[in-house]
């Protein structure tokens, strides 16, 4: 089974900065994209950003230039540095993985909340 564990998540003022951490752990044989995505209340999920193993990144416009995603492979480990953000990056923000055989999996949710 495979486990992940956000942490980081909290009450930013706008302008802030906020780090978000997710640790994959379990049957994992290689890890070929690790993402962050978010829900805010009445929306849909969408992408915030994606690291493949190799580097490449994506970013959702909104996030362009104020949101970092990096990853650790040695520690199985991916991170979402925020950097002025804004009361509309407030959601609930989910790790995901996907591992080879295209198998997908969730993190629980960490909440980040970004007061004007």
């Known amino acids: 089974q495979v486990q992940l564990v956000e942490s980081g998540g909290g009450l930013v003022q706008a302008g802030g900065s906020r780090r978000l951490s997710c640790a994959a752990s379990g049957s994992i044989s290689s890890i070929i994209v690790m993402g962050w995505y978010r829900q805010a209340p009445g929306k849909q999920r969408e992408l915030v950003a994606a690291?493949?193993?190799?580097?490449?990144?994506n970013y959702a416009d909104s996030v362009k230039g104020r949101f970092t995603i990096s990853r650790d492979n040695a520690k199985n480990t991916v991170y979402l540095q925020m950097d002025s953000l804004k009361p509309e990056d407030t959601a609930v923000y989910y790790c995901n993985i996907v591992v080879a055989g295209s198998n997908r999996f969730w993190g629980q949710g960490t909440q980040v909340t970004v007061s004007s």
């Open positions: 690291i493949a193993s190799g580097g490449f990144t």
